[in-house]
C-alpha cells in the first residue's frame, strides 16, 4: 500500500495505492492520525481511486476517522472507489454515515460544506 497526503485548506486528503488489510491498517491509520494532527485538519477524504482491496480492518481505519472527525465538527468522504470497494462499504454500512461520491470534485465540495446531491 502506498499513501500520500495533500492538504486544501482544513481539508486532509488521503490517496491510497493498493490493498488497505490488516497489515497495512495500522499504517494508514496512525499516518492519517499525524497527518491531521499536523494540518489541523477538520475534513478528511479519502480517494479511493487505485484501492484494489479492502477488509474489515479497513472498514475499523474509515469508522476511526470518521468518529475523530466528527468530534472536530468536521465531515468526512469517500472519492472515487472502485465497485470492488464500494461493495464492501455498502455490506458494512458505511456509505450510510460516509457519503460516496464518484469524482474527487464533487467530494470537495460537499467537503467544503456543500449538500448531497
Known amino acids: 500500500m502506498e499513501v500520500s ?21 495500522n499504517i494508514l491509520r496512525a499516518q492519517t492520525d499525524a497527518q491531521l494532527d499536523n494540518i489541523n485538519g477538520k475534513h478528511l477524504l479519502f480517494c479511493f481511486q487505485q484501492v484494489t482491496f479492502m477488509d474489515s480492518a479497513g472498514i475499523g481505519v474509515i469508522l476511526g476517522r470518521y468518529k475523530r472527525v466528527q468530534s472536530l465538527g ?9 465497485e470492488r470497494v ?32
Not at 468536521?74 to 472502485?82: N, S
Open 5 to 25: 497526503y495533500e492538504k486544501k485548506e482544513n481539508i486532509l486528503i488521503v490517496k491510497i495505492i493498493g490493498e488497505i488489510d490488516h497489515h497495512s491498517s
Open 74 to 82: 468536521g465531515r468526512i468522504a469517500i472519492a472515487c472507489a472502485g
Open 86 to 117: 464500494l461493495e464492501i462499504l455498502r455490506i458494512s454500512a458505511l456509505t450510510k454515515i460516509i457519503p460516496s461520491f464518484s469524482s474527487k470534485e464533487d467530494a470537495l465540495r460537499y467537503l467544503e460544506g456543500g449538500k448531497l446531491k
